[in-house]
Protein backbone atom coordinates (compact mmCIF):
# COMPACT_ATOMS: atom_id res chain seq x y z
CA UNK A 1 0.00 0.00 0.00
CA UNK A 2 1.53 3.23 -1.00
CA UNK A 3 1.60 6.02 1.49
CA UNK A 4 2.84 9.58 1.97
CA UNK A 5 4.38 11.90 4.49
CA UNK A 6 2.67 15.87 4.47
CA UNK A 7 3.12 18.49 6.49
CA UNK A 8 0.46 20.10 8.62
CA UNK A 9 -3.46 19.86 6.96
CA UNK A 10 -2.01 17.75 4.20
CA UNK A 11 0.49 20.43 2.89
CA UNK A 12 2.84 20.04 0.37
CA UNK A 13 5.94 19.93 1.62
CA UNK A 14 8.11 23.44 2.22
CA UNK A 15 11.19 21.70 1.13
CA UNK A 16 13.38 22.24 3.35
CA UNK A 17 16.93 22.99 1.71
CA UNK A 18 18.79 21.75 4.89
CA UNK A 19 18.74 20.78 8.84
CA UNK A 20 18.53 24.42 9.74
CA UNK A 21 15.53 25.17 7.14
CA UNK A 22 13.53 21.64 8.86
CA UNK A 23 13.87 22.70 12.19
CA UNK A 24 12.55 26.27 11.26
CA UNK A 25 9.70 24.99 9.33
CA UNK A 26 8.78 22.31 11.24
CA UNK A 27 9.03 20.20 7.88
CA UNK A 28 8.04 17.12 8.28
CA UNK A 29 8.95 15.34 5.07
CA UNK A 30 12.62 17.13 6.14
CA UNK A 31 12.46 15.37 9.57
CA UNK A 32 12.02 11.83 8.10
CA UNK A 33 14.96 11.96 5.50
CA UNK A 34 16.75 12.63 8.78
CA UNK A 35 15.35 9.57 10.20
CA UNK A 36 16.19 7.48 7.24
CA UNK A 37 20.01 8.76 7.29
CA UNK A 38 20.19 8.05 11.33
CA UNK A 39 18.00 4.32 10.94
CA UNK A 40 15.77 2.77 12.85
CA UNK A 41 18.42 1.00 15.12
CA UNK A 42 20.14 4.82 15.84
CA UNK A 43 16.86 6.45 16.09
CA UNK A 44 15.30 3.98 18.93
CA UNK A 45 18.67 3.90 20.63
CA UNK A 46 18.87 7.52 21.18
CA UNK A 47 15.16 7.75 22.09
CA UNK A 48 15.81 5.53 25.26
CA UNK A 49 19.39 7.40 25.69
CA UNK A 50 17.68 10.75 26.02
CA UNK A 51 14.79 9.49 28.28
CA UNK A 52 11.78 8.61 26.34
CA UNK A 53 9.74 5.43 27.10
CA UNK A 54 10.75 5.50 30.65
CA UNK A 55 10.03 7.67 33.58
CA UNK A 56 12.83 10.18 34.87
CA UNK A 57 12.42 8.63 38.55
CA UNK A 58 12.46 12.60 39.66
CA UNK A 59 11.58 11.63 43.08
CA UNK A 60 7.21 12.34 42.26
CA UNK A 61 4.99 9.51 43.42
CA UNK A 62 2.85 8.44 40.21
CA UNK A 63 5.27 9.93 37.84
CA UNK A 64 3.80 8.96 34.30
CA UNK A 65 5.91 7.68 31.92
CA UNK A 66 5.66 7.61 27.75
CA UNK A 67 4.89 5.14 25.33
CA UNK A 68 7.40 4.21 23.02
CA UNK A 69 7.09 0.27 21.30
CA UNK A 70 10.39 -2.21 21.31
CA UNK A 71 12.49 -1.98 18.87
CA UNK A 72 10.88 -4.89 17.32
CA UNK A 73 7.88 -3.57 16.36
CA UNK A 74 9.02 -0.72 14.58
CA UNK A 75 8.45 -0.29 10.93
CA UNK A 76 9.24 2.26 8.37
CA UNK A 77 5.67 4.53 9.16
CA UNK A 78 6.31 4.28 13.06
CA UNK A 79 10.17 5.86 12.03
CA UNK A 80 8.69 8.77 9.58
CA UNK A 81 5.78 9.35 12.31
CA UNK A 82 8.24 9.32 15.34
CA UNK A 83 10.65 11.49 13.29
CA UNK A 84 8.03 14.52 13.41
CA UNK A 85 6.80 13.91 16.84
CA UNK A 86 3.54 11.72 16.06
CA UNK A 87 2.97 7.93 17.17
CA UNK A 88 4.35 7.94 20.96
CA UNK A 89 4.29 10.06 23.49
CA UNK A 90 6.56 12.46 25.70
CA UNK A 91 5.71 14.02 29.50
CA UNK A 92 6.62 17.42 29.74
CA UNK A 93 9.67 16.71 32.68
CA UNK A 94 11.22 14.02 29.91
CA UNK A 95 11.33 17.00 27.23
CA UNK A 96 13.10 19.49 29.51
CA UNK A 97 15.45 16.47 30.50
CA UNK A 98 16.09 15.60 26.67
CA UNK A 99 16.54 19.46 25.73
CA UNK A 100 18.91 19.89 29.16
CA UNK A 101 20.75 17.27 28.12
CA UNK A 102 21.54 18.98 24.89
CA UNK A 103 22.12 22.36 26.73
CA UNK A 104 24.37 20.36 29.02
CA UNK A 105 26.84 19.63 26.49
CA UNK A 106 25.07 15.93 25.21
CA UNK A 107 25.40 14.86 29.22
CA UNK A 108 22.25 13.58 30.75
CA UNK A 109 21.75 14.49 34.59
CA UNK A 110 19.33 12.51 36.78
CA UNK A 111 16.34 15.19 36.91
CA UNK A 112 15.93 16.37 40.53
CA UNK A 113 13.16 18.15 41.99
CA UNK A 114 15.42 20.30 44.95
CA UNK A 115 18.87 21.07 45.19
CA UNK A 116 18.97 20.50 49.35
CA UNK A 117 16.82 19.43 52.35
CA UNK A 118 16.96 20.70 55.72
CA UNK A 119 16.30 18.95 58.60
CA UNK A 120 16.54 20.82 62.02
CA UNK A 121 18.54 23.43 60.43
CA UNK A 122 21.10 20.36 58.70
CA UNK A 123 21.29 21.18 55.51
CA UNK A 124 21.36 18.18 53.57
CA UNK A 125 22.42 18.65 49.58
CA UNK A 126 21.13 16.50 46.90
CA UNK A 127 24.28 15.15 44.42
CA UNK A 128 23.90 15.75 41.15
CA UNK A 129 23.93 12.30 39.15
CA UNK A 130 25.38 11.41 35.19
CA UNK A 131 23.03 9.16 33.63
CA UNK A 132 25.36 8.85 30.33
CA UNK A 133 26.13 11.21 27.73
CA UNK A 134 23.81 10.82 25.21
CA UNK A 135 25.94 12.64 22.54
CA UNK A 136 29.36 14.12 22.09
CA UNK A 137 29.81 17.81 23.10
CA UNK A 138 30.72 19.06 19.30
CA UNK A 139 26.98 16.84 18.35
CA UNK A 140 25.34 19.02 21.52
CA UNK A 141 26.54 22.19 20.28
CA UNK A 142 26.30 22.15 16.42
CA UNK A 143 22.55 21.34 17.37
CA UNK A 144 22.15 23.98 20.01
CA UNK A 145 23.40 26.52 17.39
CA UNK A 146 20.90 24.87 14.78
CA UNK A 147 18.05 25.70 17.86
CA UNK A 148 19.22 29.52 18.00
CA UNK A 149 18.42 30.06 14.58
CA UNK A 150 15.19 28.22 15.02
CA UNK A 151 14.13 30.41 17.79
CA UNK A 152 15.60 34.00 15.67
CA UNK A 153 13.72 32.84 12.76
CA UNK A 154 10.65 31.83 14.66
CA UNK A 155 10.76 35.24 16.71
CA UNK A 156 11.70 37.42 13.62
CA UNK A 157 8.37 35.74 11.85
CA UNK A 158 5.95 35.71 14.53
CA UNK A 159 3.64 39.09 14.61
CA UNK A 160 2.96 38.24 18.03
CA UNK A 161 6.19 38.61 18.80
CA UNK A 162 8.36 40.77 16.08
CA UNK A 163 7.79 43.46 18.85
CA UNK A 164 9.71 42.00 21.58
CA UNK A 165 12.96 41.18 18.94
CA UNK A 166 15.00 43.88 20.10
CA UNK A 167 14.72 43.02 23.81
CA UNK A 168 16.23 39.98 23.10
CA UNK A 169 19.65 41.46 21.99
CA UNK A 170 21.97 40.07 23.43
CA UNK A 171 20.75 37.03 24.91
CA UNK A 172 21.50 33.60 23.77
CA UNK A 173 18.49 31.61 23.42
CA UNK A 174 17.46 28.02 21.35
CA UNK A 175 14.28 26.54 21.55
CA UNK A 176 11.76 24.69 19.12
CA UNK A 177 8.13 24.25 18.85
CA UNK A 178 6.12 21.65 18.86
CA UNK A 179 2.29 20.63 17.50
CA UNK A 180 0.83 17.42 18.05
CA UNK A 181 -2.74 16.27 17.05
CA UNK A 182 -4.53 14.21 19.97
CA UNK A 183 -5.14 10.67 19.73
CA UNK A 184 -8.76 9.56 19.42
CA UNK A 185 -10.76 8.48 22.84
CA UNK A 186 -13.03 6.42 20.73
CA UNK A 187 -10.58 4.74 18.01
CA UNK A 188 -7.68 4.61 16.25
CA UNK A 189 -6.52 7.78 14.31
CA UNK A 190 -6.24 11.25 15.56
CA UNK A 191 -8.73 14.33 16.31
CA UNK A 192 -8.85 16.90 13.05
CA UNK A 193 -9.68 20.37 15.02
CA UNK A 194 -7.59 19.41 18.54
CA UNK A 195 -4.20 19.74 19.33
CA UNK A 196 -1.51 20.36 22.17
CA UNK A 197 0.71 23.27 21.30
CA UNK A 198 4.72 22.99 23.18
CA UNK A 199 7.55 24.90 23.00
CA UNK A 200 10.47 24.45 25.04
CA UNK A 201 13.31 26.68 25.05
CA UNK A 202 16.61 27.13 26.93
CA UNK A 203 19.53 29.36 27.18
CA UNK A 204 21.91 29.12 25.36
CA UNK A 205 24.99 30.68 26.77
CA UNK A 206 28.24 29.24 28.18
CA UNK A 207 26.80 29.53 31.57
CA UNK A 208 23.50 28.36 31.05
CA UNK A 209 20.62 28.71 33.69
CA UNK A 210 17.27 27.21 32.36
CA UNK A 211 15.20 25.10 30.70
CA UNK A 212 11.31 26.06 30.08
CA UNK A 213 8.58 24.40 28.57
CA UNK A 214 5.27 25.59 28.06
CA UNK A 215 2.53 23.35 27.08
CA UNK A 216 -0.58 24.57 26.19
CA UNK A 217 -3.87 21.77 25.93
CA UNK A 218 -6.35 22.01 23.28
CA UNK A 219 -5.84 25.82 22.45
CA UNK A 220 -8.58 27.61 21.12
CA UNK A 221 -6.95 30.44 19.44
CA UNK A 222 -4.92 28.79 16.77
CA UNK A 223 -3.72 24.90 15.88
CA UNK A 224 -0.29 26.15 15.91
CA UNK A 225 2.40 26.18 18.52
CA UNK A 226 3.98 29.52 17.00
CA UNK A 227 0.67 31.24 17.35
CA UNK A 228 0.04 30.47 21.25
CA UNK A 229 2.51 28.66 23.16
CA UNK A 230 5.64 30.19 21.43
CA UNK A 231 4.52 33.84 22.32
CA UNK A 232 3.59 32.72 25.64
CA UNK A 233 7.03 31.71 25.93
CA UNK A 234 8.57 34.61 25.14
CA UNK A 235 6.45 36.87 27.28
CA UNK A 236 7.14 34.48 30.19
CA UNK A 237 11.19 34.67 29.61
CA UNK A 238 10.93 38.40 29.62
CA UNK A 239 9.25 38.51 33.10
CA UNK A 240 11.64 35.60 34.47
CA UNK A 241 15.06 36.01 33.01
CA UNK A 242 16.37 38.65 35.90
CA UNK A 243 15.13 36.04 38.82
CA UNK A 244 16.90 33.25 36.95
CA UNK A 245 19.86 35.48 36.49
CA UNK A 246 19.97 34.91 33.03
CA UNK A 247 22.60 37.02 31.34
CA UNK A 248 23.62 38.47 28.37
CA UNK A 249 26.63 36.92 26.33
Known sequence: KKWKICTANNTPSKKAKNVIQMLQTSDNIGAYYVAKTVGLENMESYFRKFGIGKTTEIGLSEESTS???????????????????????????????AFATIANKGKRMKPQIVEEV????????????????????????????????AFTFALKG??????????????????????????????????????????????????????MLIKMHRPKDSDFSSNNAFPLWVETFLELKDLLGVEKK
Do not use: H
Not at 75 to 83: E, G, K, R, V
Open 158 to 211: NSSTRDFKNKFDGYSIAGKSGTAQIARSDGPGYYTDQVNTTYVGYDASPDSKFV
Open 67 to 97: SLKKLSQWNDIDMATYSYGQGFTVTPIQAVS
Open 118 to 149: IDNGKVIPITQKLEETVIKEDSAVVTTEMLKQ
